[in-house]
């Protein structure tokens, strides 16, 4: 119809794959499944959106029109990141995952904590939520969600995996739940 392509960000690279290749991963995933795996499809390489809409007006027999190409047919214009949506996809947050028998499939380790750590832990973040505590609620989470990084934090919390050993202000959270 003329245009333009709308792009959310020039830098957004997504995965993509056919519904078919999807649905036979997740059918044979599910025959290797013993009960409670976490597995991760091989999603291949992440393209560029920007390159996938220039590559679609191309398809069309038409030009894209930019600050090079100013008599191009199609504009691509940036609509700008919707709340919460981010540039990449990340297929699996962190290194613990291993290969299965099929070179598509891997098999994700993830961390898991016992039913009295998890009681333990969503007590303290009652209190800290009763009480309205940021500072503890950061402490707990960065304890308990590794990779978790907020943004201006004014608690200094370890950034290793979760510890049995709580910093100093979730143990004091911790301790008024007690």
Known sequence: ?????????PDVIRYFMTIPEASQLVIQAG?????????????????????LARTM??????????EKSPDGDIEIAFSGLRPG??????????????????EMI???HEEKLEWDEISFALEAFRKALSRADRDALRALLRSYVNGYEP??????APKSAPSRELPTMVAKTASAVE
Request: aromatic share 2%; glycine share 12%.
């Open 31 to 51: 025959a290797m499944a013993q009960g409670g795996e976490v597995f991760v499809l091989d999603m291949g390489e992440p393209v560029r959106i920007v390159d």
């Open 106 to 108: 891997m098999q994700a």
């Open 57 to 66: 007006v191309h398809l069309m027999g038409m030009s894209v029109r930019d």
């Open 1 to 9: 119809k003329g245009g333009p392509v709308t792009v959310t960000h």
């Open 85 to 102: 949506e981010k540039l990449y996809e990340e297929l699996l947050i962190g290194d613990c995952s291993t290969r299965t028998e099929h």
């Open 151 to 156: 943004s201006g934090v004014s608690v200094e």
